[in-house]
């Protein structure tokens, strides 16, 4: 692989955030399809939603996920009656990316189960050792399911280990690129690779030439994971539900080196949560450039 920088701050990328209106759906689809497990489940307690300055989301049900390691990558909330949002049409967390070892076989096993095919298998444009289809699932939300062939200078990227292995790009759509790209190169203290390539899903959702090339950045966090930055001005930012989260992909949390490093305002407070994702590290909730919500914990 790629060396990677030393001195980022910033990751792995850990878990995606969905807000979901039937909570037993999504958790069955994501078992039978993606092969994970329950791995917590509970109701968001008065001090994680006080964290987060939503205090609306106290006693929502929710359920955090973890592959056949007991990695835990996605965590849903319910908030019922929410409407699903619209895939690729708003500003924030647009994707999930999700490391596979078989595209081709995942995607003919999504054929027939509630995630709908978007984007077929296929090598990437930006390379052929990555091979990469997209769906979105019953909450809204936008999956890129990836197979890493073989390295891919400079990306520092992993191998998958099982048949879903873990979340480790998700993808965000800003109207600017570069005040986006300054944020999480601070964050990390990594820098961006800025550049410009074609995104079919993207193309195929707003109805522009597919062939069309946009802006885009990436930027490398630890252990092998990184976000995704890709431009399209014009989209209006997505409405929140009566939880006070967006519906669809809310947030995805990091870990970090420090919170006390962190050059943004929490939206709540800092607390200490012992549940799984947090294990005792303190965490807060910040907002991006695009309206998105960050979840940093500190390591």
């Known amino acids: 692989m790629a060396a990677q920088q030393d001195n980022i701050t910033l990751g792995p990328v850990l878990c995606g955030t969905l807000v979901c209106n039937n909570l037993a759906e999504i958790v069955s689809a994501y078992t039978e399809y993606l092969g994970v497990t329950v791995c917590e489940e509970g109701q968001i307690d008065s001090l994680v939603a006080d964290a987060w300055g939503l205090p609306a989301l106290a006693r929502k049900p929710y ?6 390691f007991g990695d835990p990558w996605v965590r849903f909330i319910e908030q019922p009656g929410c409407d699903i949002s619209k895939p690729i049409s708003t500003l924030g967390w647009m994707s999930l990316e999700v490391l596979v070892d078989d595209v081709y076989a995942l995607a003919e096993k999504f054929k027939d189960s509630p995630f709908t095919i978007i984007g077929d298998p296929k090598p990437l444009d930006v ?17 890129y399911l990836t197979r890493v062939l073989r390295e891919v200078p400079p990306f520092d990227l992993p191998m998958p280990r099982c ?3 873990r979340l480790f790009i998700p993808v965000l759509l800003v109207a600017d690129r570069d005040e986006s790209m300054a944020l999480y ?3 990390s ?13 993207i193309n195929n959702a707003l109805g522009r030439n597919v062939d069309e090339r946009m802006p885009i950045a990436s930027i490398q966090f630890s252990e092998q994971t990184f976000i995704e930055i890709d431009e399209v001005k014009s989209l209006p930012m997505r409405p929140v539900t009566s939880c006070g989260l967006p519906s669809g992909i809310a947030m995805v949390s990091f870990l970090v080196d420090s919170l006390e490093a962190v050059d943004l305002p929490a939206l709540g407070t800092v607390i200490q949560s012992e549940t799984a994702l947090y294990q005792g590290r303190k965490s807060a909730l910040y907002l991006g450039t695009a309206g998105e919500l960050i979840e940093l914990i500190e390591r």
């Open 189 to 201: 203290n990594s820098k961006p690779l800025a550049f410009d390539t074609k995104v079919t899903v």
């Open 163 to 165: 048949e879903v292995d």
């Open 63 to 68: 359920v955090l996920m973890a592959n056949q």
């Open 127 to 143: 390379s052929d050792g990555i091979e990469a289809f997209q769906a979105t699932g019953p909450a809204g939300e936008v999956l």
């Open 185 to 187: 190169a601070q964050l």
